[in-house]
C-alpha cells in the first residue's frame, strides 16, 4: 500500500544551524510531493512541492527539498534555521488511485534553540 | 487575500450535543475536504467535496456529516459528539487533480472540545 514515512519524530536544533527533514515514499509511477509546515494551533502551509523536473525544488521561506527517485526520499533543507522555524512538519504524496487526495506522513516536531 | 476560513476557532459542546463547524473559501476552488487532526499526529482525511459529489473515507463514523450548499461554504456536522471527538478539525480546498494532484490550502481549524 501507499505510504510516507518520516522517521523522525521529534528533532532539535540550535539557531543557525542546518537542518535536513526526511522523507521516504512509497510509489510505482512518479509521484507528486509535498512539504507542508503547521505551527501550534494553527492550519498547514504549503512550502513546497514537486511534480517533474528539477529534482531540487525551492520553497517558501528558505526551504529547499530534493527528490531522489533511487531511494525514494523527498528531504527538506534549509541552512540556517530561524526560531520561527519551530513547528510540525509533514511530508505528503499524492494518492495513486485518487488524484484529489493525498497520504501524509506523521510528521516531525522541529524544536530550536537559542 | 484569497484564504479559506474556518469558524468558530474554538467551539465547545457537551457530550451527545450536535455540533455544526463552519468553512468557507475565496479561491473558489471546487474540491473542499474535511480532516481530523489529534494531537502529535497527522490530519486524518474524513470526507471530500468534488464540486456536490460527496465522497466518504470508508473508516469515517456515521456520526460526522457533511453538507456544501455552494462553492464557497463546506459545513461539518457531528450529530452526537463523544468524548473520543475531541480534536482540531481543518478544511482544506483545493483545484480539482483532473491535470494531476493540486496543493491543499488550509483553514486555521477549529479546535473542538467535550464536556
Known amino acids: 500500500a501507499q505510504s510516507v514515512t518520516q522517521p523522525d519524530i521529534h528533532i532539535t536544533v540550535s539557531e543557525g544551524a542546518s537542518l535536513e527533514l526526511r522523507c521516504n515514499y512509497s510509489?510505482?509511477?512518479?509521484?507528486?510531493l509535498f512539504w507542508y509546515v503547521q505551527s501550534p494551533g494553527q492550519g498547514l502551509q504549503l512550502l513546497l512541492k514537486y511534480f517533474s523536473g528539477d529534482t531540487l525544488v525551492q520553497g517558501i521561506k528558505g526551504f529547499e527539498a530534493e527528490f531522489k527517485r533511487s531511494q525514494s526520499s523527498f528531504n527538506l533543507r534549509k541552512p540556517s534555521v530561524h526560531w520561527s522555524d519551530a513547528a510540525e512538519y509533514f511530508c505528503a504524496v499524492g494518492s495513486s488511485y485518487n488524484t484529489d487526495k493525498l497520504i501524509f506522513g506523521t510528521g516531525t516536531r522541529l524544536q530550536v534553540f537559542p | 487575500d484569497a484564504m479559506v476560513i474556518q469558524n468558530p476557532r474554538y467551539q465547545v459542546t457537551q457530550f451527545g450535543k450536535p455540533v455544526t463547524l463552519s468553512c468557507s473559501q475565496t479561491?473558489?476552488?471546487?474540491?473542499m475536504y474535511w480532516y481530523q487532526q489529534k494531537s502529535s499526529q497527522a490530519p486524518k482525511l474524513l470526507f471530500h467535496y468534488y464540486d456536490k459529489d460527496f465522497n466518504n473515507e470508508a473508516d469515517t463514523p456515521d456520526n460526522f456529516q457533511s453538507r456544501r450548499p455552494n462553492t464557497s461554504f463546506c459545513f461539518l456536522d457531528i450529530r452526537s459528539p463523544g468524548l473520543g471527538d475531541a480534536a482540531m478539525y481543518l478544511c482544506a480546498t483545493s483545484r480539482d487533480g483532473r491535470q494531476g494532484h493540486q496543493p491543499q490550502h488550509f483553514g486555521d481549524g477549529t479546535r473542538l472540545s467535550i464536556l
Open positions: 510509489y510505482g509511477a512518479t509521484p507528486y
Open positions: 479561491l473558489n476552488h471546487n474540491v
